[in-house]
């Protein structure tokens, strides 16, 4: 069975560090797109960061451009978050994603992802 776990959510005050991982297991991830999303109260859950099967190529919403940085150690199955000079607008879960047809023009979307974390829940305060 494949599962995703997401770990390393807590709360944190703004201007903390916090880095997120993403255990994989059931089969090996190596040739997936993975990424992030997240999801506050009432709002639709959004990008964040995705990342290339190979790792060579990242990609980011403009919020957290120049503060996250996403990476993969794929001999672990594992993807992480570092996640720097938090904002309280970065409150909210964060969810950890797989799929092996993404690319460019969909990694964005969440309903392209065939794999999801149940959630690590990250509460910034000001």
């Known amino acids: 069975q494949v599962h995703l776990v997401e770990s390393g959510g807590g709360l944190m005050q703004a201007g903390d560090s916090l880095r997120l991982s993403c255990a994989a297991s059931g089969r090996t991830f190596s040739s997936d797109v993975m990424a992030w999303f997240r999801q506050a109260p009432g709002k639709e859950r959004e990008f964040v960061a995705a990342?290339?099967?190979?790792?060579?190529?990242?990609y980011y919403a403009d919020s957290v451009k120049g503060r996250f940085t996403i990476s993969r150690d794929n001999a672990k199955n594992t993807m992480y978050l570092q996640m720097n000079s938090l904002k309280p607008e970065d409150t909210a879960v964060y969810y950890c994603?797989?799929?092996?047809?993404?690319?460019?023009?969909?990694?964005?979307?969440?309903?392209?992802?065939?794999?999801w974390g149940q959630g690590t829940q990250v509460t910034v305060s000001s």
């Open positions: 994603a797989a799929d092996g047809d993404a690319n460019i023009a969909t990694m964005k979307i969440p309903w392209e992802y065939d794999y």
């Open positions: 990342i290339s099967s190979s790792g060579r190529s990242t």
